[in-house]
């Protein structure tokens, strides 16, 4: 039987229109634009205002774009697959109403919750469904409302963060490039160092834990930095090692955005220049889930067939990884 390979056919996303800016920070919280940007790169986030908008509706945004880029009948998606941390509801999966609100009603959907590692581990589970062979047309959306769980009157936190969506679509490839390789992995014996404390089935929401403040993002910066960098350099010295390639053979580092000195490190320790880092974390901050596929979006132009992509993620859990994948079509 010949072998199948899962290629990312096409890619999209969606940043919501109001742009919160360092200068504004500095109004809300004691910090200034030379701290964060000299220890986070972030100089712009996104963040999407108005009443009853949850992260499907920057996911749907970002599929409507994708199935007009890939020319794309709702009607022929199998499989949507939604890596969020911040989903609408607890239930049902986000996934499921992106689906319903872009038409694709021939196909299931459910969600993937692995904090900033999500993306990876969504894309990694679809490119399954299409190397067995199972189905055709997956969609994998990366969405994430990061200021509905953001504390604003916290510094260390609230200039970290921004909103926003990005989707690809995974189909057999017409030759071998795609996606080959993933090293995955958590360890949850770090859970507690960040976390969303309350608001899950441990913790339900009363007024209680309102009032202390427990259902926005608790992270200790320092420790989670610290593992950050080795876990996405072992993540990527893994997967070339696995590949059987040099760092030097490597075209882009497509790396999760939650710190630039995190990416400068993880690129450093594969040799790569800064001209193969994919970076968009000055613009959009850390989009959670949908960092990966907003670096895919923003360099589509100048991505080239047969390309070789590392992939490098981590975050909450802890969960990390990496993926090996070499691009399928000219941007
Ligand atoms: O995507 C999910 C995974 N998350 C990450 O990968 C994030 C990893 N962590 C980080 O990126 C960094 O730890 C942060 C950007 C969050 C913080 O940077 P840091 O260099 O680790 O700073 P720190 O937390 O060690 O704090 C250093 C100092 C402290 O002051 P003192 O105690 O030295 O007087 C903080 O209070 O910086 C202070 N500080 C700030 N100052 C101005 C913390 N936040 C701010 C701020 N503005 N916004």
Redesign the pocket.
Known sequence: MQKITAAITGVAGYLPDYVLTNQE?ERL????DE??TS??GIKTRHILKGENMGSSHMGVKAVQSLLEKTNTNPADIDLVICATTTPDFVFPATATLIAAEVGAFNCFSYDIQA??SGFLYAMWAGAQFIKAGTYKKVVVVGADKMSAIVDYTD??????FGDGAGAIMLEPSQDEDGIHDAFLRTDGRYWAH?HQKAGGSRRPPSIETVQNREHYIY???????K??VTGMAQASEEILKRNNLKGSEVDWLVP????K??IEATAQKMGLPEEKIMLVIQKYG?T?NA?IPLCLRDYESQLKKGQKLVFA????GFAWGSIYATWAYNG
């Open positions: 920070l919280v004691e910090t200034n701290w964060i220890r986070t904090a900033c510094r260390a936190t609230s200039i970290l960040l992270q200790e910066g320092a420790v989670v930095f593992h950050a999760h955005q939650a710190n000195r995190i850390n959670t960092s993620a981590f975050g909450g």
